[in-house]
């Protein structure tokens, strides 16, 4: 017998109770099991239908359901049922009693509901159908750094006309389907070799791709990030999920860039998954001699900086000395406590497409100043291997290659 | 189902998707909008036949170099092809696949596709602002968080998902349920009550509610249900954007055909001042610095400015200029306590005088071509939304007749 599928539908039942209630027999009437978990903030007729009430939501956030009820503070009480909902629902999906996630709601039950979606692990099944799901920067606020379906449902959700119920519909046949597919865990298991992460910038793009080839023909699967602040962020977190054997890391200016207050910040803990999971990392230096404070943010310093257009909105500015000193020595810090093998790779002639001879922002000997610190910080057992070449000359993919070979599983 | 990739760069995934949704047992239609190297799959409909749609060579502008002349080609054709594909009764989803260049070519043929038709793109950049990709259609945005390069598990997990749910869409069908005729709302989250007790007084008359957020977007989704025929009558209850717009609030982004479908077409409108009596800002809306020193009502990191006898001028003028248009019924519902929650007694916002100036303006404009009724109650009163279902569905019926 086909195992029953569990469907966790996150929702508002004061507000969307009737829309919740046919969204759920409809996930019914396809033949999975729905659990309906309430973050509502009031009450309402429909909420003691909720298979998880608010109340347990409430609860698991720290807090009760009367005090929410009773608060004005709507931060501060979504703060707490988007807590609470985060926690039961981990708790369901590490016990592997939920298959995939459908959220519906408009602007504050998106949030929270896809608040909740992106604390569960890559790969499970989620879908957020939203009413404000086309406005201005809202996508970015509900997907983040997540593996999330965004479904716009352009009518509100308010209101079981024949337009939503069309909505619900497919919704529901979508999520059911997507259940359907065997998960990360099984598909790893007909395994097509190791698979790597790796970070790559458009400046280092050729490097990149010659890398992937030669990973690809060496048995490998390679999944490529962009380094631009979201893409390497969702990198590491999929690393902490234990998806992947090793990482090609490119391209690691998020820190310098989270140093500086650059567009490509990536965060605090950037640069440090790898070395937590103990698997191995190659680490070169694509973008970690140039910032890229937002315009509206250039001080005097920043305009007086060597600087590259990279296009019309993007223009990297050439880092100060002190910058790279403090950059060499977080890479050193972060690096160190990597419980796996380590090799960094950099490229004596350019650290990018955009760092070549002639280039505004070419100066390999202030470059120096970064390897020099980056040496003296480091444990002895982390090798800084230099080479000859530019990031993007062949010769230096082939040294990345090279010590990619030595790290990594590679299959018979 | 129609296939949307780019096969120079994403043959791979495109050929994976593809076996994927012949296991389901449907018919994949492999289209290329690629516009640099050969695909690396073969296409059910090459590139050639696709800009050809729209009268381009794509041979020519490749070898022009004409990146932007290449994209557009294989855009417009893409969408004509795709357009006549659904007319014929050739395709019933569609699913796209790409980063910047192939969401911008993908989406703009998923929004030529009408409403309730099967659309999923997976897209690198869904997690930055795709207003312009999705616009006012219902386009599943499906995050990739990978780069679509090379085929790894996780990309091949997710394209799995992509196909299933494409195809279990398909099951549901896209025909949207023929039932009670619609009566289209406007409301936003100060003035949703009113939109809720219409809601029983419609479904009491037989009418089904359908609903659209008064943010910029949600109006313009209304303008083109109105548009193609969908609705039986428009309660407008919340012309709220009009005041966002002028000053860059949180709900703008409306375009000059928000408040003049449903008196070109002559479907019966009712339209009352929801939220006129405020512009809404918010860290990412800031507020501009003219406005400083008006009175404020704080949402969450949203917050209400009242709008002075100036803009209740303005405003009047804007709905006045466009409601004397009308062809069909058209019917002004004013109440006089109040316009949202934060216009309501003992809120900050509370200010019948200025609203008044708005109802003489607009009396003015309009003189006896449409009729103007105030009553003596606050817009979240349940006889205001009664009311206002009354003569929606009076001018429905004699409309009938």
């Known amino acids: ?412 | 189902m129609l296939i949307v990739a780019t096969l120079d760069t994403k043959g791979d995934h495109a050929a994976y998707v593809r076996d994927c949704v012949r296991g389901l047992g449907v018919d994949p239609l492999l289209m290329d909008v690629g516009t640099l190297e050969a695909p690396s799959t073969p296409p059910d409909i090459p590139r050639e036949e696709v800009a050809a749609a729209a009268g381009y060579d794509i041979q020519e502008l490749i070898k022009a170099k004409d990146r932007a002349g290449a994209v557009k080609a294989v855009r417009e054709g893409g969408t004509l092809l795709a357009r006549r594909l659904y007319e014929e009764g050739k395709i019933h989803g569609v699913l796209g696949m790409g980063g910047g260049t192939g969401t911008a070519i993908a989406t703009a043929i998923m929004r030529s596709l009408p409403f309730g038709f099967p659309k999923v793109m997976v897209s690198t950049v869904a997690s930055r602002d795709v207003r312009e990709y999705v616009g006012i259609k219902d386009i599943v945005m499906f995050h990739s968080v990978a780069d679509i390069l090379g085929l790894n598990e996780f990309i091949r997990l997710l394209l799995a998902q992509a196909s299933y749910a494409v195809c279990g869409m398909i099951e549901a069908g896209s025909e949207v349920p023929k039932g009670k005729p619609m009566v289209a709302v406007t409301a936003y989250g100060l003035n949703s009550t009113c939109a809720f007790h219409a809601q029983s007084f419609l479904e009491a008359k037989g009418y089904e509610m359908i609903a659209f957020h008064a943010n910029g977007c949600g109006g313009m989704a209304m303008e083109e249900f109105i548009e193609e025929g969908l609705v039986a009558g428009v309660l407008d209850l919340t012309p709220h954007e009009i005041a966002d717009e002028m000053f860059g609030g949180y709900c703008r982004g409306i375009g000059p055909g928000r408040f003049g479908t449903a008196v070109r077409k002559g479907v019966p409108m009712v339209l009352a001042p929801g939220g006129l009596d405020n512009a809404v800002f918010s860290p990412s809306y800031p507020m501009p610095d003219r406005l400083r020193g008006r009175r404020v009502h704080p949402h969450d990191v949203r917050f209400c400015v009242r709008m002075g006898p100036e803009e209740m001028k303005a405003f009047a003028r804007i709905l006045g200029q466009k409601l004397r248009k009308a062809k069909g019924p058209v019917y002004v519902l004013i109440p006089k306590r109040g316009w949202s929650e934060a216009d309501k007694e003992g809120m900050e916002l509370f200010d019948p005088q200025t609203d008044q100036v708005f109802v003489d303006e607009l009396k003015g404009i309009l003189k006896d071509t449409v009729p103007i009724e105030e009553m003596d109650v606050h817009i979240s009163d349940p006889p205001f939304a009664q009311r206002a279902v009354e003569i929606l569905d009076e001018m429905i019926r004699s409309g009938r007749t």
């Open chain 1, 1 to 412: 017998m086909k195992e029953e599928k569990v469907v966790l539908i996150i929702a508002t039942l004061d507000t969307k109770g009737e829309e919740t209630l046919y969204l759920r027999d409809r996930i019914r009437a396809l033949g999975c099991r729905a659990l309906v978990l309430d973050i509502s903030m009031r009450d309402g007729p429909h909420c003691r239908e909720a298979d998880i009430p608010a109340r347990e939501v409430a609860a698991a956030g720290g807090s009760s359901i009367e005090e929410v009820q009773a608060s004005k503070e709507r931060s501060a009480t979504t703060a707490v049922m988007t807590r609470g909902a985060i926690a039961i629902a981990k708790g369901l999906s590490a016990e592997g009693r939920v298959h995939g996630v459908i959220g519906i709601g408009g602007s504050t039950g998106s949030l929270m509901a896809t608040d909740v979606m992106r604390a569960l692990p890559f790969g499970l099944p989620k879908l957020m159908v939203s009413s404000t799901a086309a406005l201005p920067g809202m996508s970015t606020r509900y997907i983040g750094t997540g593996d999330i379906c965004l479904f716009h449902s352009v009518v509100e959700i308010s209101g079981l006309g024949g337009v939503l119920k069309n909505v619900m519909e497919r919704a529901a046949e979508a999520i059911c389907a997507m259940v359907d597919v065997p998960p990360l865990e099984a598909m790893k298991g007909r395994s097509r070799g190791p698979s790597i992460a790796m970070t790559m910038l458009g400046p280092c793009e050729k490097c990149a791709s010659r890398v992937r080839r030669g990973l690809e023909g060496l048995g490998l699967q390679v999944a490529g990030f962009s380094a631009a602040g979201v893409g390497d962020r969702a990198m590491e977190e999929m690393v902490r999920q234990g998806i992947f054997d090793g990482v090609v890391d490119l391209a690691p200016g998020g820190v310098i860039e989270h140093l500086v207050g650059g567009m490509r910040d990536a965060g605090p803990r950037r640069l440090e998954a790898a070395g937590e999971m103990g698997i191995p990392q190659v680490v070169s230096t694509c973008g970690v001699n140039h910032i890229t404070p937002p315009k509206k943010a250039w001080t005097e310093d920043h305009k007086s900086r060597r600087k590259y257009d990279l296009d019309r909105h993007r223009t990297w500015l050439r880092a100060s000395r002190e910058e790279l000193l403090e950059a060499a020595r977080a890479f050193a810090t972060k690096l160190n406590k990597a419980k796996g093998p380590v090799k960094v790779l950099i490229p004596l002639q350019g650290w990018s497409s955009v760092d070549q001879p002639g280039s505004p922002t070419f100066d390999p000997t202030e470059d120096m100043v970064f390897v020099e610190e980056l040496k003296r910080g480091l444990r002895p057992e982390i090798e800084v291997r230099t080479v000859e070449a530019n990031m993007e000359d062949p010769e230096f993919a082939q040294a990345v290659l090279e010590a990619c070979r030595e790290v990594f599983p590679i299959p018979d």
